[in-house]
């Protein structure tokens, strides 16, 4: 009995059943006016747009990227501190290798100050990080921390179990819930529908998102990644608008459960407190930061050497429109820097950093007009 | 940051990327001769005076790997680039550059093998050149294979063919250029197993997978699919894989090209390895498959012909040639459309 992951994967991208799921789609769609679905995960936007999946959706059903990449929601600030720090107290930075690509406030990402005269080495992994620091006693290292709630916890976890004296860490992590809070009830953001984040999720679970669907319901969604997860959740949402009975309800429920991955939250909140916490291109949201606890001041480079908490929005660089990409006002298209000034080899805009990016996963799949049109 | 004026492992991958590179430097210099099929082409060989040239270089890394080594892949792929514009095989001029303190076992490993393919491709080495050069100027191994050929025995046939379908035709060869709406896309078999499979054995990223190199010189699909006729053009889907392959004879042709995710024929363990590895299968490159464009009306009859070969036996109609738009588009799985694009370089790089 069961099934193992190869027919799983077919499964769940099985034709016959997509094309059952898109008709039903269709049929709901003549329902309603208008609809806006927002999902926030880098990977849901790589799905809809490699499957092809907004090709599949009737004019009036519109899915939108949000704020869903780490490295297109950092605060320019930060790089801006963690490179002249690394210049001043000459550290060598330990930096996934997107985020060295993102652009400060300065103009600059890591990757362009190197020549500046600091060492830059790109990790995998915070494992990767300590087992750098650990060989090379002689060197001062700084580990980037930026992520979500997916990647803070192994952070964390490497904290609590004792790192080398001679690495320190700057936290940029943000916790995904509260930017769904901020989403529902931001006055210049029109949703309908949100497909919650799957990998997020199956970390903190649904518990932490119930306040804010409280706060004013809407259709909630958390789903899965492979095609007829994301067409399911299109469907449910769809379902829910149609009822005018709005729930919080989870497609994804091979992996997402109420409570989530107690472990790893628990961890995470040994080291980490929550502040308020800047994200680029939309501003402050209230408890997103992840900052570490007074006891970890001894690792906490924001402590040690006094950096600025970032909290005015940063801004992006000129003529770029990431900001309203990221919440999901525009698409990538209706950027003027889009695949022409700014593209996949030589970003401008933090979502052409990452393969997180919706302009960056636009890009890659060449969608140069309105997407689904060929 | 400006990037350093240097050649880059990209220049070399066979994306866009490389493209740009031979345009700017390599044609700048070495266009002009004229030829019947010239340089300037970028097809897979040359036609000078009715004789076919190839040149080709091998630096795979590692040299020996699952189902094949770099003496068998240098005679299938400077073979399969001649079959392919319309040619036949006939002999070998090798040049091996060797590091000082390789394995004379390693060597003859690698010559038998050279060997053994040119046996079964119908072709001899008939003259070539060894070097040494000092341990550290490369890393253990370079074969360069070119090759001449001659006019298929079927050929004009298959060409005939064509021209009753078409009402006439403006070409001697099987080039790049030729496709047109309604031609249809044969793909001969299973791709990505060469790329995993080297990728599988390569130093710091090795992993536990049943996937050989298809490595094979295409003689006897070549050979099959002339006879039956009807064949518009043939390219071996190497460096930037189908995706490159593609986006080439759409941009030469100036037609747009549609294909269908479910008909590509990929192993599982080859898209469970691409799931893994973050790597897109249609990128990935091939040494024992080719790509197929016939006239509609002959698709059905010349994949049979195919599918009773060998290497064959797994081939697919995996999509058509169409004027409703200029690029390459893919119906997927789940039937939604999505352009694919061609690849910047292939991800894998020293794979041939």
């Not at chain 2, 345009?23 to 897979?44: C, H, M, R, W």
């Not at chain 2, 054995?201 to 006729?229: C, M, Q, T, Y």
């Not at chain 2, 390459?328 to 894998?348: A, H, L, S």
Request: aromatic share 8%.
């Amino acid at each position: 009995m069961g099934l193992d992951l190869k027919d799983i994967l077919k499964l769940y991208r099985d034709p016959i059943l997509a094309r059952r799921i898109v008709d039903k789609i269709w049929e709901y769609s003549k329902k309603v006016d208008k609809v806006m679905i927002m999902h926030v995960c880098g990977t849901h936007e790589w799905t809809i747009t490699h499957y092809g999946i907004r090709s599949l959706l009737p004019d009036n059903i519109e899915v939108r990227a949000g704020p869903g990449c780490p490295v297109c929601i950092l605060p320019a600030q930060d790089i801006d501190s963690i490179i002249k720090l690394a210049l001043d107290e000459d550290l060598t930075v330990l930096s996934y290798g997107d985020v060295s690509r993102a652009k400060g406030g300065s103009g600059y990402s890591l990757e362009d100050s190197k020549a500046l005269g600091f060492d830059l080495k790109i990790v995998y992994s915070i494992q990767d990080a300590y087992e750098i620091a650990l060989s090379n006693k002689d060197r001062k290292f700084i580990f980037f921390g930026v992520g979500f709630d997916t990647t803070a916890p192994s952070t964390a976890y490497m904290i609590l179990k004792g790192v080398p004296d001679n690495l320190i860490f700057l936290s940029s992590y943000r916790y995904v819930p509260p930017s769904i809070g901020y989403i529902i009830q931001a006055e210049d953001i029109m949703v309908d529908g949100i497909i919650n984040p799957g990998h997020s999720s199956t970390v903190t679970g649904m518990a932490p998102y119930r306040k804010y669907f409280e706060s004013k319901p809407i259709p909630m969604v958390f789903s899965g990644f492979e095609p007829i997860d994301v067409l399911i959740s299109i469907y449910m949402i769809l379902r829910q608008i149609i009822s005018g009975e709005y729930r919080m309800e989870n497609e994804y429920s091979r992996s997402v459960t109420w409570d989530g991955n107690v472990k790893a939250m628990n961890t995470l909140f040994k080291v980490f407190k929550l502040l308020d916490g800047l994200w680029r291109g939309i501003g402050v949201i209230d408890g997103s930061g992840f900052e570490f606890k007074d006891e970890f001041r001894n690792i906490n480079a924001r402590y040690l050497y006094d950096l600025e908490y970032p909290n005015k929005d940063s801004h992006m660089p000129s003529g770029c429109r990431c900001a309203d990409i990221i919440k999901g006002k525009i698409t990538p298209i209706e950027c003027p820097l889009y695949m022409k000034m700014c593209r996949p080899d030589k970003p401008i805009g933090p979502c052409m950093v990452s393969i997180e990016g919706t302009c960056r996963i636009w890009a890659e799949h060449m969608i140069l007009s309105k997407a689904g049109e060929t | 940051m400006m990037d350093p004026d240097v050649v880059k492992m990209v220049h070399g991958a066979g994306g866009v990327e490389m493209q740009k590179f031979i345009k700017n430097y390599i044609l700048k210099y070495l266009s002009g001769s004229g030829a019947e099929v010239p340089l300037e082409f970028l097809d897979d060989s040359s036609v000078y005076n009715g004789v076919v040239l190839k040149s080709d270089t091998y630096t795979v890394k590692p040299i020996f790997f699952p189902g094949s080594d770099i003496g068998r892949l240098a005679v299938a792929g400077s073979v399969n680039d001649m079959l392919m514009i319309g040619a036949e095989p006939k002999a070998l001029a090798m040049g091996l550059v060797i590091e000082e303190g390789f394995p004379f076992n390693d060597l003859e490993r690698i010559l038998e093998s050279v060997s053994k393919t040119a046996s079964e491709a119908g072709v001899y080495v008939i003259t070539g050149d060894t070097k040494v050069v000092e341990k550290g100027a490369l890393d253990k191994i370079i074969i360069n294979m070119s090759g001449i050929g001659f006019r298929h025995r079927y050929l004009d046939h298959n060409i005939g063919v064509v021209a009753k379908y078409r009402g006439g035709v403006d070409f001697r060869w099987l080039l790049d250029r030729n496709i047109r709406p309604g031609d249809k896309i044969i793909l001969t078999g299973y791709i990505g197993d060469h790329a995993i499979a080297l990728l599988s054995v390569r130093e710091g990223v090795g992993f536990k997978i049943d996937i050989e190199s298809d490595a094979s010189p295409l003689n006897e699909i070549v050979d099959k699919a002339l006879e039956v006729g009807g064949v518009v053009a043939m390219k071996d889907p190497t460096r930037g894989g189908l995706a490159n392959l593609l986006n080439e004879w759409s941009d030469k042709s100036g037609y747009g090209i549609k294909i269908y995710e479910d008909k590509i024929p990929i192993r599982d363990e080859v898209r469970a390895a691409c799931g893994y590895l973050g790597l897109d299968p249609l990128e990935l490159g091939n040494e024992g498959k080719a790509v197929i464009a016939v006239v509609g009306e002959k698709a059905e009859e010349v994949l049979d012909a195919i599918r009773g070969t060998e290497l064959g036996r797994h081939a697919e109609i995996i999509g058509e040639v169409t004027d409703e738009y200029k690029f390459v588009v893919m119906e997927t799985v789940i039937g939604g459309r999505r352009i694919v694009p061609q690849p910047i370089g292939d991800p894998v790089p020293r794979i041939c």
